[in-house]
């Protein structure tokens, strides 16, 4: 191998840490948006749904379509995990609330 290659081929490493890195962070954004609202879930939703029709129309890779479609199907399930985790929460001080009054009670 010579000079050049190397020097290509540490180029392309870097670009695509750079592009792993941007797409790690344009998830967490999509997960911050998917968080706040109902609305902005909704909204993030079609998003990626159409961003998924547009890869396969113009024969992307398919790794790029399954990664949308990955990150589709993790946000679907984000809003369910946190309402399981609130109603776990609520059940969690109903629990605590009724054990202290029955402790105040006794």
């Known amino acids: ?3 050049a290659e ?3 081929r540490r180029a392309l490493r870097v670009m695509d840490a750079d592009v792993q890195a941007s797409l790690a962070l344009t998830r967490a954004a999509l997960h911050a948006l998917a968080a706040i609202s109902p609305a902005l879930q909704r909204a993030t939703d079609i998003a ?3 961003e998924a029709e547009r890869a ?4 992307a890779p398919q790794q790029m379509i399954d ?6 199907l993790r946000l679907q399930q984000a809003p369910e995990e ?3 985790a609130e109603a776990l929460e ?3 001080v109903e629990a605590a609330d009724t054990l202290t009054a029955a402790v105040a009670a006794a």
Do not use: I, S
């Not at 396969?56 to 024969?59: E, K, S």
């Not at 990664?67 to 589709?72: D, P």
């Open 1 to 3: 191998m010579n000079l």
């Open 48 to 50: 990626l749904e159409e």
């Open 90 to 92: 609520r059940a969690l």
């Open 67 to 72: 990664t949308v479609v990955e990150t589709r």
């Open 6 to 8: 190397d020097d290509v």
């Open 82 to 84: 946190a309402r399981m």
């Open 56 to 59: 396969q129309r113009r024969a």
